[in-house]
């Protein structure tokens, strides 16, 4: 009799965005004349920019031709992309990441779950807390985590960096060594961030102790503040400790046309073995490459065009954060992120808990957000939306929540 992997059965529930799209799909089912404003998934409305339209039109076209017609895509990604990625991504910012070091995959989501895979076992991860699910339940489903408590919301094998007002969040050192350190910065869910000055005593401690750090920047071109890192490789020692994943999901509008990469640096080493050769494996075995439609499309994003155009796109969801920050402050609501972050996170009121206050939202407002303990226990008591709907459905959606 074939054995399943039990870990899976140890995941609590469904993932977080499917359950809220179950609850939302009931409650629009049972009140079919509400109109119902999702500020909850961070997925973009906005249409993909002119730039990236036409590269893909044009992509399209080739395939039509014999000539120019592309099959399988090279398995680490196009080089045309991996370049434009290294000269504007890092060498622009003076980060030394060489096309080589940068591998194309069809998501960020996919890259976050699937990076834990070339670590031991019995690696000890540490997340912020509250955090983007997928790093945990990717960790829960490859064996790593120990056993759920469900009273406390916690793994008995995972370290906790709880994120909170009482710490700006900021996450501290944890008292116990981790081996894995998954950091999200700008951050989702908080929609805060930390220094670059912060990220340097990330790097020296990794590098210190020995752990690696998974950096998700998925968020980067959201951020306003000059003293943000919009990459890690712009710390010092940041090569020999840390991989970078970054998305063109939020920055470019991605979400339903799939495009990310990961950055291995030649440097990251454990003892002798090169991380870089062990993903360039990983993903020669599992993956076939981007589509080169998308791959171009990907490219357009550094066009000069593109770049003008996704600054007024990205300028577009900063003015709903801006809207929904102010709006709720005006409602008398504790406020934060949403200045380098396209997410408002805020502290429900009256002592609701997270869920509570999105049932509430969802009834009385017609709004769904999503509940800050969908995020890790240290969410409790906080609530999240997104800036990334229409900004005429943001401001309806803020002037629903000052009437309640
Ligand atoms: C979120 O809402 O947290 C994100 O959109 C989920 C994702 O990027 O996969």
Known sequence: MFQINDNYQKLPGSYLFSTIGKKVAAFSEA???????RLGIGDVTQPLAPAIIEAMHKAVDEMADAKTFRGYA????????RKAISDNDYKARGC????????????????????????????RIAVCD????????????????GTYDAATGMWSNVIYMPCTRENNFVPEFPKETPDMIYLCLPNNPTGTTITKAQLQEWVDYANKVGAVIIYDGAYE??????????????????????IELKSFSKNAGFTGVRLGYTVVPKELKCGDVSLHGMWARRHGTKFNGAP???????????????KAQLKEQVAYYMKNAATIKSGLQEAGFE?????????????????????????????????????????????????????????????AALERIKAL
């Open 74 to 81: 090279p398995d680490l990604g196009y080089e045309f992309l």
């Open 221 to 242: 071109a959201y951020i306003t503040e000059d003293n943000v890192a919009h990459s890690i490789y712009e710390c010092e020692g940041a090569k020999t400790c840390a």
């Open 130 to 145: 509250p955090v983007y699910p997928v790093y945990v339940d990717s960790n829960v489903m490859a064996g790593r985590t």
């Open 292 to 306: 080169y439609i998308i791959q171009r499309a990907g490219e357009a994003v550094y066009s000069d065009a593109g």
């Open 31 to 37: 009140h079919p004349d509400k109109s119902i404003i």
């Open 335 to 395: 406020v934060y992120g949403g200045v380098n972050a396209p997410y408002i996170w805020l502290k429900t009121p009256e002592k609701m808990t997270s869920w509570e206050f999105f049932d509430y939202l969802l009834e009385k407002a017609n709004v769904v957000g999503t509940p800050g303990s969908g995020f890790g226990p240290s969410g409790e008591g906080y609530f999240r939306l997104t800036a990334f709907g229409s900004y005429e459905n943001t401001v």
């Open 96 to 123: 030394d990441i060489e096309a080589d070091e940068i591998f194309v995959s069809d998501g960020a989501k996919s890259d976050s779950g699937n990076i834990q895979e070339i670590f031991a076992q019995d690696n």
